[in-house]
Structures are given as C-alpha cells and as structure tokens.
C-alpha cells in the first residue's frame, strides 16, 4: 500500500526527564518538549520532523526541518535551544519530511522514508 501517513511510528521519545513529542499544529509538523517531573511544556519546535537517531550517544534531540531548504537540526532536550547540524540538499522530486520517517545513521547520515511512497520511497543524505 503506497504512503505510510497513517503507520509511520509517531512515537515520542524520552530524553532524561523530558518527554519530546511529535504533533501538528494548522498543518504543520511541530516537535514539543515536556518534563516528566512537572508535567510542564518546556519547549516548542515549529516546522520540523521529528528524527530517529541510530545511535544516543549524545543525547541531542535530532529533527528535520520542513520549511525553506531542509536541514539536519540537533535539539537540547532540556531547553529546547536548536542548533544546525547539515544543510540536506533537494535533490529530485518532491519529498514531505514527516515524523517517524526520518533516521539519523551513526556515521551521521539522514535516512528519509518518503511519507508519500513516491519517487523510490528511500534517498540517503551525507
């Protein structure tokens, strides 16, 4: 069955005592951050997808973006703070960036599954 929009694994992430959730605010992918001790909102990332890391060495909350041109971004769990980690280029075709498609590889890749089943369905950024 072509497209995976309703069985991409959404599933949030524990980071320490911060609960990063993926959700969508007026359409848009948006990532938000909760600590577990309080239950308070502590952050909110608009316009990205949320990322799968291979590897939790670090910690980092990792997330594509999914407006202008994409790019790989790391996340502080704890504040929220993003910080660029690669410009993804645009390659061929169009491809929508949606939590639970996207991996980040532990050589430091970004492995998207396109959401929509298009256009080969897996392209490797490095």
């Known amino acids: 069955m072509p497209g995976n929009n309703t069985g991409a694994d959404h599933s949030a992430q524990f980071h320490g005592n911060v609960l990063v959730t993926p959700a969508l605010a007026s359409g848009s992918p948006v990532i938000d951050g909760y600590d577990t001790t309080t239950g308070a909102k502590l952050w909110t990332i608009r316009s990205a997808a949320l ?13 594509v973006t999914t407006s ?9 769990p704890r504040s929220g703070r993003a910080s660029p980690v690669a410009e993804l280029s ?3 075709g169009t491809w929508h960036f949606t939590s639970g498609t ?8 970004v ?5 929509l089943g298009s256009n080969g369905g897996v392209r490797l950024y490095r």
Do not use: F, M, Q, W
């Open 102 to 109: 996207v991996y980040v590889t532990s050589d430091g890749g």
């Open 68 to 76: 202008g041109s994409p790019r790989l971004i790391a996340i502080d």
């Open 111 to 115: 492995l998207e599954l396109n959401a």
């Open 90 to 92: 645009a390659g061929i």
């Open 51 to 63: 990322a799968v890391a291979a590897s939790r060495a670090d910690d980092k909350v990792y997330a």
